[in-house]
């Protein structure tokens, strides 16, 4: 009676994990460990087959001449920079890849966007792992977490959750990815900011996807009360597809609606003992609303740099598209450099922050503070 219970439970216990592994294709698509695992794989839900999104590597890029040929000005793009070098990867184009590897400044970075939390995170792919330097690739797995797109690295296949660059199933479970700085606004921003900016190359596209289209119909709407495949009901604290811009401040996240980013135009903010400023500009529009992402409508960007420099704390106000100090009159464009005044040539520290709606922000972050709510 005592084996007969035994084997009662091993085969319980084999079901179990059949299903579970099953409900993401384990079994026939995946070398994981699933061994390794930070929860349940029960939490995974696959929507697509593995690579279903193909992920590009090895970009090419116009310069600005050629870029303009080929793109409109109104073009959403994401800036990712490093020192003098700057590369706008349009969104059209990541809505249906997700993931680009590349480099800057020699250093390998992947793009990745996850369009049902409309988040934007760029991060290194190189890193130490037990004494040991490691280049990954990523993908895009087909399966998403918490409504949230998970990438995995070729090299292991371990799973990443794409909104905290965390890896909580395989090889590389626990580690987690550096994040760098990204700035989505227009392609005529990305000229007038930044000069002699590379973009991506059109001929990057599949001649079989519609890039420009929305396949996510109205899904950016602020009165949906829950996101799609969120598998229960999101914080109460905000309206789940609000829009926000989150700050990493040393660690710990303040929220800062859009919707108060954009009444202001500039946020002087001073959270946590530390000297924050928010710049807002128009022209960037939604993916996630019309069938039309060029016609949608206008919901601006933001960006968030220490407002403490040379010395002084500095506060800003906007003046058309460039941004004026108090202190010295100063005007600084969107990329936070100063194209005119006592600080020309001068450039502000941006501080890392994330353009998103707010339910990925408060499901894997259940402490951050919000702008004028709780601080």
């Excluded at 026939?28 to 590597?57: G, R």
């Excluded at 399966?143 to 292991?156: A, E, G, K, P």
């Excluded at 420009?212 to 999101?234: A, C, I, Q, R, S």
Aim: contains cysteine; hydrophobic residues 35%; glycine residues 6%.
């Amino acid at each position: 009676m005592r084996k007969f219970g035994l084997l009662i439970c091993v085969m319980i216990s084999y079901l179990s994990v059949s299903a579970q592994v099953n409900r993401v294709g384990v079994n026939s698509e995946w070398s994981t460990d699933i061994n390794k695992a930070n929860f349940k794989l029960w939490e995974y839900e696959s929507l697509v087959p593995k690579d279903a999104f193909k992920a590009i590597d090895y970009p090419r890029f116009y310069n600005e001449e050629r870029a303009q040929e080929k793109y409109n000005l109104n073009e959403n793009v994401v800036v990712v920079s490093k020192g003098r070098e700057h590369k706008a990867y349009p969104m059209e184009i990541l809505m249906f890849h997700q993931v680009i590897n590349d480099r800057i400044g020699g250093m390998p970075i992947a793009i990745t966007y996850c369009p049902l939390s409309d988040a934007v995170k760029v991060f290194e792919r190189r890193f130490e792992h037990k004494g040991v330097q490691r280049e990954l690739e990523f993908s895009p797995s087909g399966m998403i977490r918490m409504s949230n797109i998970i990438l995995y690295d070729r090299q292991t296949e371990s799973w990443w959750q794409q909104y905290n660059g965390k890896s909580d199933t395989g090889f590389f479970k626990n580690k987690v990815l550096t994040e760098r700085m990204a700035v989505r606004m227009t392609m005529q921003q990305f000229y007038d900011n930044c000069k002699y900016g590379l973009v991506l190359r059109d001929d990057e596209k599949d001649a079989l996807l519609p890039y420009g289209v929305n396949p996510y119909y109205k899904y950016d709407n602020v009165l949906v009360e829950k996101p799609l495949y969120l598998n229960h009901m999101p914080s109460e604290r905000l309206m789940p597809m609000e829009r926000i811009l989150t700050v990493n401040l040393r660690g710990k996240h303040m929220v800062y609606p859009m919707e108060e980013v954009k009444k202001h135009k500039v946020i002087n903010d001073t959270p946590l003992d530390m000297y924050v400023a928010i710049f807002y500009m128009e022209g960037s529009t939604s993916m996630l609303g019309d069938r039309d992402i060029k016609s949608a409508k206008d919901i601006g960007s933001a960006v968030a740099y220490s407002a403490f420099y040379d010395g002084q704390w500095l506060t800003f106000s906007k003046e058309g598209d460039l941004f004026v100090d108090d202190r010295t009159s100063s005007k600084w464009n969107f990329m936070g450099k100063c194209v005119e005044g006592s600080y020309e040539g001068g450039q502000l520290e941006t501080i890392l922050s994330t353009e998103s709606f707010a339910f990925p922000e408060l499901e894997f972050y259940t402490n951050s503070l919000i702008y004028s709510i709780n601080w």
